[in-house]
Nanobody
Framework: QVQLVESGGGLVQAGGSLRLSCAASGRSFSNYDVGWFRQAPGKEREFVAAISLNGGNTWRPDSVKGRFTISRNNAKNTVYLQIDSLKPEDTAVYYC?????????????????WGQGTQVTVSS
């Protein structure tokens, strides 16, 4: 079992920044890739970034490159998502997730454990 708790969401004006955190407990966190996803009302869950188990590799869709930065601190069992130049269309619930067996995954079905999410709302 892996328990994940996201934090750091909130209401922010367009152009601002947020740093989301994903704190893990349970199984050895440093053995797994971790991803961030978001889901806006009425839309499917969307992949936004992921990081390899040792932090050496990151990947994200072109749509967020330059604004979304993922990092991790395995000593603190925490993964971070820095979001800069926020836009109203970034408004969503943001989730972190752990992939137990998949590597370099970008699909929600490849992730096994999920947090409860943190709401990000961007006002124009």
């Amino acid at each position: 079992q892996v328990q994940l708790v996201e934090s750091g969401g909130g209401l922010v004006q367009a152009g601002g920044s947020l740093r989301l955190s994903c704190a893990a407990s349970g199984r050895s966190f440093s053995n797994y890739d971790v991803g961030w996803f978001r889901q806006a009302p009425g839309k499917e869950r969307e992949f936004v970034a992921a990081i390899s188990l040792n932090g050496g590799n990151t990947w994200r869709p072109d749509s967020v490159k330059g604004r979304f930065t993922i990092s991790r601190n395995n000593a603190k069992n925490t993964v971070y998502l820095q979001i800069d130049s926020l836009k109203p269309e970034d408004t969503a619930v943001y989730y972190c997730a752990v992939a137990l067996s998949s590597r370099y995954a970008a699909s929600p079905v490849e992730y096994d454990y999920w947090g409860q999410g943190t709401q990000v709302t961007v006002s124009s």
